[in-house]
Structures are given as structure tokens and as C-alpha cells.
């Protein structure tokens, strides 16, 4: 059975001279980084004194899980015969907070819109997306329901 790792690096770059001597006192800004690819510069949720201008955890979640989708979805539709020729995912993923400040997803819906040739299979083509959950790597390694609302186009 492969086993695969994944090494990143992250780096607190949040400290405005103060440290932590309060949750006011530092930023929440970081680094993700992985050998031989671009730094993400990235922070907190804006809710959570973040940054807006950086990518945060929950965006980098969702974004997970649309990734994986995508991919899994682009390998099925090459071993089925559906030609794929456009794919554009708007994901959504709602987190909700109890009242100690704990949180969790509570859902994430895909939004797809798949564009295959004419001679492509639609139903198939959609079909396949209901595959997906089955072995997308992220998705099977989580809780929170995924929803997919699925848009095939045919072009031509």
C-alpha cells in the first residue's frame, strides 16, 4: 500500500515586538511554505483579527476539497470518454461558532460548471461527480457534509 507525506513549513510572522502579552498585541500573519514552491502568505479569518489581504485556514480548506473534486472528477471523465474542455468551481463552505469560541464546518457545497464536447455523455458526465466522494483524498478525510451543484455544458 503507497503512503504519501507531505512536508510544509509554517512560519509565525506575527509578532509586532509585544509577542502574545495579549490576543491584541500580535498579528495573526504567517507563512506556508513548501520546498521548491511559492510562500502563501497567509493569516486569521478578518473575524479572527486576520488579515483580509491573506489566505486563511477556512479558505484553504474549501479550497481543499474543491481541488481534490476537480481532480478526481478530470481523471474519471478521461477514463469514461467524456471530454472535458472547461471547469470552473465557485465553492462555498459555511463554518458556524459555539458559544466558547469553538467552531466547525458545518457544510461545503461545490459549484461545478463542467463543459464537455457534444459528443460527450451529459448524464455520464454528471454521474461521475457522485463518484468522486468515493476517492477524493480530502473529502473521505473529513466530517462536514459536501454538496455538490453540478452545471454540465455541452459545447457546441
Request: charged share 15%; net charge negative; aromatic share 8%.
Amino acid at each position: 500500500m503507497p503512503t504519501h507525506s507531505y512536508a510544509l513549513t509554517i512560519t509565525w510572522t506575527g509578532n509586532t515586538g509585544e509577542g502574545t502579552t495579549s490576543a491584541r498585541a500580535y498579528s495573526r500573519n504567517h507563512e506556508v511554505a513548501a520546498d521548491g514552491l511559492p510562500t502563501i502568505l497567509s493569516s486569521a479569518d478578518p473575524a479572527f483579527l486576520g488579515d483580509a489581504t491573506r489566505w486563511n485556514p477556512e479558505q484553504f480548506y474549501v479550497a481543499a476539497l474543491s481541488q481534490c473534486h476537480m481532480l478526481w472528477y478530470l481523471r474519471f471523465a478521461a477514463n469514461a470518454g467524456i471530454v472535458v474542455t472547461a471547469y470552473e468551481d465557485r465553492p462555498t463552505g459555511v463554518m458556524t461558532q459555539d458559544a466558547s469560541g469553538a467552531g466547525q464546518f458545518e457544510n461545503v457545497t461545490l459549484n461545478p460548471v463542467v463543459t464537455i464536447t457534444a459528443d460527450s455523455d451529459p448524464k455520464l458526465a454528471e454521474e461521475l461527480h457522485h463518484r468522486v466522494a468515493d476517492y477524493c483524498f480530502i473529502a473521505r478525510s473529513v466530517q462536514t457534509p459536501i454538496h455538490h451543484n453540478v452545471t454540465i455544458k455541452s459545447a457546441g
